[in-house]
Structures are given as structure tokens and as C-alpha cells.
């Protein structure tokens, strides 16, 4: 089974909000698709 790994290291504690909460309670456990996606395009540049 192919797969992708990798470790994102962060200076500041951070939350992915989902879009109907108004508290930062509710969050994503993993960021969106579409936060990993421009992190991606980042790195790659």
C-alpha cells in the first residue's frame, strides 16, 4: 500500500474552524483539503 506522510511543525497553536461554528470549539481534527492543498503548492512553489 502506497501512502504519504508527513510532519508539519508550527510555531503557534492552531484551529481550523468549520464554517457554521461561531466558537472556536468546533473544529476539524485534521486541517481541510483545501489547507493541505495550498500548504503543498507552498512547499513546491
Do not use: Q, V
Not at 11 to 35: A, D, E, G, H, V
Amino acid at each position: 500500500m502506497l501512502g504519504l506522510k508527513f510532519k508539519i511543525d508550527c510555531l503557534y497553536f492552531n484551529t481550523f474552524r468549520k464554517p457554521i461554528s461561531t466558537s472556536l470549539i468546533l473544529t476539524y481534527f485534521i486541517p481541510p483539503y483545501t489547507t493541505i492543498r495550498g500548504m503543498i503548492s507552498n512547499a513546491l512553489g
